[in-house]
């Protein structure tokens, strides 16, 4: 079954986290980020065409025009591909592992996996962001070496940066499903 | 991690446990057939190899799964079946794939289904819960999990290091389950080698179906590749044959080869193309990694190469830079003739022994004579050499640059030659210098022991070293020393060491030569018996400047002592020479002198005139005298002073009685320099 509900980043703009309920065993969350509004695009290129006009101005160099047109565009891909995230997934088997996927707005898709078996737990935690105090859900992994003790700790949602009750909601279904794979390794 | 798992579905059906199947990407598009693969009952996933197509015989399909498990160690087995269904459903495919089941026992078995052309698939897999084919049967939850085969069969190249022993528990089971499937399609291998278009008994889909190669370009090349690196490794082996033949062992080609840094190149490339050429396959990843790597620099050297050769053969540049040659070396050549003229006057003010200037002087312009005249034979030959040197770019960017660095270093060769002079001079000078500091402490080199040890010198040495003594009194014999104390006059040292150092301005001497007898001015003490002679008469406000050795050395002569001891020896001041400056002519060694030896008399041989000391075998090396001294039984006999034998003395051994605090007890003596006067 699926459900979708919509909350908001620590920067106050609208996250939509859309959940699908496979099985008690699996479960997948996508937070879809805001996209690209344009009055930003346009503040930028605005910017960015007025300082080539102030040097052509200076310069009596047409070149410097067409150069920044190029530069305009070339960043406005550059920052497609490369910057601007437009879903975040997360998908849990117990079973099998957690994959936590990123998809950019030009469509490349990024995806890192994390066996069910180097995961320690999955926790709310709180970090000093700029000026701020902020809650990010993080994975924490086993250390290979030592029994208890933690080896890297991965954040979730890195780019979209949800609020507390949002992670709250993705918190508490990921341990249900943890437990349940507890349980079930721990029973003969 | 890449995007190797890909969950597609898992479907709800009834209790169980959840069954997970990974299904190959290659397969999705594959017609109806059989699965087969590998079941892990540990983590109950079934892992699906590749899909058996219709029609096949079972016998021959259970035959090739159990020549694959031989050969691989995989349990490879039929899984279940899979149906690609056209749009009209095909009843009779349904009833005849159940039947299947009965055929090929295996549990749980697997059954998916899907329609073409659109997204949904059906998965079921059954178990039966009683011995007998009759018995009820149970539907597990599955999760169809797709991976990318190629990929994870590639994946195997770096295998992951070995994890720590981990205590039982749920971690080791799950983190074994990835694993597992990546093992099980590695290993796997022989599954994969025969095809659906092959005309084998039994049509398989994997991932090979999809096209061994993209392009049939790569195909070809991969199938020339073994030929041509046969024929490439017969060449180099012919061609390093020929360079390790014998002609060119001999030691001036042997030096030659070590020097130019071409050859060395030359060499490496060789190595280098013999490994990429080698018929041999990599034993593993890493030999392969260096291999790929080792093949990508020489194709990329060669191409930068060939660059550089289009580039130089576009707009006749030989010609410009064999014109350019010329006038360019005529110029440096012309520099260094003026640097030279300055030398040899008055630089910077400063004084210089004239005699020593003009031969460094005229002997460094020859040179440079000699050198523009051959520039000058070689100009017509140049550009067609330098064009034959060009192609030699072909074989690599770095042999051009190391041609260019060798051409260089030969036609700046006159300039590395008085580079070599004047370190030479310069160390020995440096050599002789540090003799005589060392006599200035009162140390002395240790020929046997190869070591710096204390040593009292004789007065009559540290005058010769060039240092008088104040008061004039003193024993007006000349001896010459020995090599082991220096033969050198201080002050003559130290302005031929300065003119020296001017001459060889770039390169400090770094090494220590040997002393050559004969190149410093001895001072010739012929007919000089009293008093210091005017070789001594120098100087030595300039020894006075810089040694500030030993100053109980007066005060012993003062009290009429011989001995000077070693350690704890000060120096004195001398008196100011009137003309120091003045250069003193080289006097040559007389003919009949012969060279002066240090020896070790046994201690019975003290005291006695030179002749007779031989007759006893006081010219034979210390090794030889112990064994002497075993044969004769006479007491070592003392003797009083010699200073009664000095006037008209001529074969004296004189003891030296060396410092008390160290070194050895052995007396020293030294074998009078009596021929010379």
């Known amino acids: 079954m699926e459900d979708e509900r919509s909350f908001s980043d620590i920067c106050g703009g609208r996250l939509a986290l859309h959940r699908r309920y496979y099985s ?50 070339l960043g406005l891909l550059g920052y497609l591909h490369f910057v601007k995230i437009d879903h975040e997934t997360l998908l849990i088997i117990d079973s099998l592992g957690i994959q936590m996927t990123s998809s950019y707005a030009s469509g490349k898709e990024s995806t890192t996996f994390i066996e069910m078996g180097k995961v320690k737990d999955v926790i709310i935690n709180e970090a000093i962001y700029m000026q701020k105090v902020i809650y990010y859900l993080c994975i924490l992994l086993k250390d290979p070496v030592e029994p208890h003790g933690i080896s890297q700790v991965v954040p979730i949602f890195q780019s979209a940066k949800p609020r507390l009750d949002c992670l709250i909601e993705v918190y508490r279904s990921c341990q249900e499903i943890l437990a349940h794979q507890k349980a079930a390794s721990t029973s003969p | 991690m890449p995007r190797l798992l890909q969950l597609l579905w898992a479907q709800l059906s009834g209790p169980g446990m959840v069954l997970k199947a990974f299904f190959p990407t290659c397969c999705a598009s594959a017609d109806s057939g059989l699965l087969v693969g590998r079941w892990v009952p540990e983590q109950s996933s079934a892992v ?56 090929f026992s295996h549990e749980p078995w697997l059954q998916l289904c899907r329609e073409r052309g659109s997204k949904s698939w059906n998965c079921k897999a059954t178990r039966r819960q009683g011995p007998t084919p009759l018995a009820p049967a149970c539907e597990d939850q599955v999760m169809l999990i797709f991976y990318d085969q190629r990929k994870v069969l590639l994946s195997r190249l770096h295998p992951p290091a070995a994890l720590p022993e981990r205590q039982a528990g749920d971690a080791t089971a799950s983190a074994g389950g990835l694993a597992a499937v990546f093992d099980t399609v ?33 195909e070809l090349a991969k199938r020339a590749a073994g030929p041509v690196c046969l024929l490439l490794a017969c060449l180099l082996s012919l061609v390093s044959a020929a360079s390790a033949c014998r002609v060119f062992r001999p030691w001036p080609l042997s030096f030659i080869w070590s020097k130019l840094s071409t050859c060395e190149q030359l ?31 020489v194709l990329l050297d060669m191409a ?23 006038p360019v070396a005529d110029r440096v050549a012309e520099e260094l003739q003026h640097l030279l003229q300055w030398l040899m006057g008055a630089p910077a003010g400063l004084k210089m022994n004239r005699a020593l200037d003009q031969v460094l002087g005229r002997f460094f312009l020859y040179h440079i004579h000699l050198w523009i005249s051959y520039i000058h034979l070689m100009s017509p030959f140049i550009e067609h050499i330098l064009w034959h040197l060009g192609l030699s770019a072909c074989l690599g960017l770095t042999v051009a640059l190391s041609i260019l660095s060798d051409i260089i270093s030969l036609l700046t060769f006159h300039i590395y030659c008085f580079y070599v002079y004047g370190a030479r001079l310069y160390c020995l000078k440096i050599h002789g210098l540090s003799s005589l500091w060392r006599l200035f402490r009162g140390k002395k080199w240790n020929v046997l022991r190869q070591r710096v040890d204390s040593c009292s010198y004789d007065l009559d040495q540290v005058w010769r070293a060039g240092i008088p003594p104040r008061t004039g009194e003193g024993c007006p014999n000349w001896h010459q020393a020995a090599v082991g104390a220096p033969p050198l006059d201080w002050r003559r040292g130290y302005a031929v060491h300065r003119d020296l150092a001017l001459h060889h301005p770039d390169f400090p001497a770094s090494y220590h030569g040997p002393v050559l007898p004969g190149v410093h001015p001895a001072p010739a003490p012929s007919g000089h018996r009293a008093g210091p002679g005017p070789s001594a008469r120098g100087p030595h406000q300039l020894a006075a400047a810089v040694l500030a050795w030993p100053p109980a050395v007066p005060a012993l002569q003062a009290c009429g002592r011989r001995e000077v001891p070693g350690p704890g020896a000060r120096g004195w ?39 007779q000391a031989v007759l006893r075998g006081a010219h034979l090396p210390l090794e030889a005298e112990r064994g002497q001294a075993g044969l004769r039984a006479r007491p070592p006999a003392r003797l009083a002073p010699p200073s009664a034998r000095c006037q008209g003395g001529t074969h004296l051994l004189l003891p030296l009685v060396v410092g ?10 030294t074998r009078l320099r009596s021929w010379g006067w």
């Open chain 2, 48 to 103: 699906v190899l590749a899909v058996v197509h219709f029609p096949f015989i079972p016998v021959q399909v259970k035959e090739l799964l159990a020549q694959v498990q031989q050969a691989s160690q995989v349990g490879v087995a039929v899984l279940g079946t899979w149906c690609h269904r056209r749009q009209e459903p095909e009843e009779s495919l349904g009833h005849f794939l159940e039947g299947l089941g009965t055929l």
């Open chain 1, 24 to 73: 008690p065993s699996c479960l997948e969350f996508c937070l879809s980020c805001p996209r690209i509004s344009l009055r930003s695009l346009t503040a930028v290129t605005c910017t960015v065409w007025l300082a080539a006009y102030g040097l052509f101005t200076l310069c009596e160099n047409s070149m410097i025009l067409s150069a920044a047109i190029f530069i305009t565009l």
């Open chain 2, 660 to 669: 008390a605090s160290a070194g050895p007890t052995r007396r020293i003596s």
């Open chain 2, 573 to 611: 001041p001398a008196p100011a020479p009137p003309d120091a400056d003045k250069p003193s002519a080289l006097q040559p060694r007389g003919a009949h002198l012969p060279p002066p030896q240090l020896w070790l008399p046994p201690q019975a041989l003290l005291g006695f005139p030179v002749p």
């Open chain 2, 267 to 297: 060499r490496h490339r060789l190595d280098q193309l013999t490994l990429v050429v080698s018929a041999h396959r990599a034993e593993g990843p890493a030999q392969l990694m260096r291999k790929a790597n080792t093949l990508v620099s």
């Open chain 2, 304 to 326: 930068l190469g060939l660059l550089l050769l289009s580039w130089l053969h576009r707009k006749d540049r030989f010609a410009h830079l064999a014109e350019a040659l010329v």
């Open chain 2, 186 to 218: 590695a290993r796997s291998e022989v599954l994969f080698q025969s095809d659906r278009f092959d005309e084998g008994p039994v049509r398989l889909t994997h991932w090979q179906s999809e096209g061994v190669e993209a392009s049939i370009l790569v």
